[in-house]
């Protein structure tokens, strides 16, 4: 991790770090901003979602911008704390972030929609290892080079972490070596290829790409799958919260089942629809934070 993110010992980034990023950010958006309308939404993108398919980018960008009556610009970033920082600091009117930062940043933030999989608002983290790996527990991934996701990613380092610490190990000790990706895909990408010879990756972004990309997928196969948890949501921050472009975004996202080109999109993604689940149901998360305060 680069040393320009500087965390608190609650294993928080610091307000003066977070600002500072999105300040810096700042100058990258001022002249999109400058041409920007009133009726804009900015809607930020984690590599929880599947940011590479431009297929899949316009047509949700095409579907909100029909439903809400705005114009919609997706902003990308490489990784969650760019993002977050964008957040938290109201440079973007919401973002689909991953529900380890949301957790985070409770106090800063609100819910606009939790994306429904299956049914239920609910994910898992995957450990996964080539397919031909005699391996069958957590004990047999020791001394391994293993890639995590990114250092702010729920299923792609907290879980893993989270194991590790509860049976008193480091995977800075545990592992020979960690490596981040920056996005799940790279998680399996890297683990198919044997640059890594483990790793913890989105269960949902692994289950979509066996059906998107058999070829990749079929060189892995999950060790082990953690609990249920919350899936990463869609957030605003609290001073956002109620504006007319939340509520419209909200109502987009709520109804997409019932919309043609919103089942086009769902369809795309895998999913069956977005919910307006309470923050409780990533409690989940917060134990897992709260248990790993002061070594994150």
Request: aromatic share 10%; with cysteine; proline share 4%.
């Amino acid at each position: 991790m680069s040393a320009a993110f500087e965390r608190g010992t609650n294993g928080d980034l610091s307000r003066r770090s977070l600002l500072g990023l999105a300040g810096g950010m700042a100058c990258a958006l001022a002249a999109d901003r400058a041409h920007a309308q009133p009726g804009t939404i900015r809607f930020g993108l984690t590599p929880v979602f599947l940011t590479n398919d431009l297929e899949l980018l316009d047509a949700f960008r095409a579907y909100l911008e029909s439903e809400t009556g705005y114009q919609v610009e997706l902003i990308t970033r490489r990784t969650y704390q760019e993002v977050t920082a964008l957040l938290v600091s109201g440079q973007l009117d919401a973002a689909w972030i991953c529900g380890y930062p949301f957790v985070r940043y409770r106090n800063e933030l609100e819910l606009v929609a939790v994306p429904q999989w299956h049914g239920k608002p609910l994910y898992q983290s995957y450990l996964i290892v080539s397919e031909e790996r005699e391996a069958s527990s957590l004990a047999d991934l020791q001394d391994d080079i293993h890639a995590f996701s990114d250092p702010d990613s729920n299923s792609g380092y907290l879980v893993t972490r989270a194991l590790l610490f509860e049976k008193g190990l480091n995977p800075d000790y545990f592992f020979r070596r960690t490596i981040y990706t920056y996005g799940h895909r790279n998680v399996i990408r890297a683990v198919a290829s044997g640059l890594a010879q483990s790793g913890s990756v989105d269960g949902y972004v692994w289950e979509v790409m066996r059906d998107i990309e058999p070829e990749l997928v079929a060189g892995t196969r999950p060790l082990r799958k953690s609990e249920w948890l919350g899936f990463p949501p869609v957030a605003t921050n609290k001073s956002l919260a109620g504006s007319d472009r939340i509520a419209a975004l909200s109502g987009a996202l709520l109804t997409i089942p019932e919309k043609e080109q919103g089942r086009r999109v769902l369809e795309m993604l895998k999913l069956t629809g977005f919910t307006s689940s309470g923050p409780e149901i990533f409690d989940g998360i917060a134990s897992k934070v709260a248990m790993l305060r002061g070594v994150l």
